[in-house]
């Protein structure tokens, strides 16, 4: 299971017993921000796409979405999101725990600037019930990101 890859992952560090299991789903940025009772902002979303036939995961503030036209300026290509069984095979994680950790071989994660006005977000851990409260830094170290990206805006 998914979430035991990233307690796994997160035991070499010494951080596994910061992961939060919850009894309701944190599957949506609604339901995880009401699960941890925060604002929505502040949960890092971690959205699937396809660049170039490999796999690509953005991490992003909750209140953004995807902005297209700075997308396809960073990644030359048109945003094309993963479907939910490519998002298992070729990320390792489901939809609605899919997180920047313990990832599958290749996968290149990338940090929306929009997560850099916040001093802690929380990211899935790997199921739909789960986050981990990480600073900005955190987040860099353990998502082994390889850059900032700014390929986002506020939701309407």
């Known amino acids: 299971m998914s979430i035991e890859k990233v307690k796994a992952y997160f035991k070499t560090f010494g ?3 910061r992961v939060q299991e919850f009894s309701v789903s944190s599957a949506t940025v609604d339901l995880a ?3 941890l ?3 929505p902002c502040r949960i890092a979303k971690t959205l699937s796409f ?3 036939n490999a796999p690509i995961l953005i991490v992003a503030a909750g209140d953004t979405k995807i902005d297209n036209p700075k997308y396809k300026a960073q990644f030359a290509v048109k945003a094309k999101m993963l479907s939910l069984d490519e998002a298992v095979e070729l990320i390792g994680h489901a939809v609605g ?3 920047p950790f313990a990832v599958n071989e290749g996968v290149k994660v990338y940090l929306d600037e929009s997560l ?3 001093d802690t977000v929380f990211p899935a851990a790997g199921s739909s019930n789960s986050a981990i409260e990480l ?3 955190e987040l860099e170290k353990y998502s082994g990101f390889e850059s900032w ?3 986002c805006k506020l939701r309407d």
């Open 149 to 151: 990206v700014d390929v």
């Open 15 to 17: 951080i596994e017993d």
């Open 33 to 35: 921000a009401a699960a």
């Open 135 to 137: 600073t900005i830094e």
């Open 37 to 39: 009772g925060c604002e």
């Open 50 to 52: 396809m660049v170039d």
């Open 116 to 118: 850099k006005r916040f």
């Open 97 to 99: 725990g899919v997180c």
